[in-house]
């Protein structure tokens, strides 16, 4: 569960998340706007980051 925990926390804060649910639910076009634009501009440091320790804020503390 840590690891989902790490991840969803991240998720939120982040720009495609917001545009998935406004192309889905709010406009309802199906034209989310990525970003990056496509997979193969994912940066595999950009995936790790999804996966490291939260500090304090793994233990239930707020996010600084």
Do not use: N
């Amino acid at each position: 569960m840590a690891t989902e925990f790490r991840i969803v926390s991240r998720v939120v804060h982040g720009h495609d998340f917001y545009e998935g649910v406004r192309a889905a639910i709010i406009d309802k076009d199906g034209a989310p706007r990525w970003c990056p634009a496509s997979l193969g501009a994912v940066l595999r440091d950009e995936v790790e980051r999804y996966f490291e320790a939260l500090g304090r804020a793994e233990f239930g503390a707020p996010r600084p």
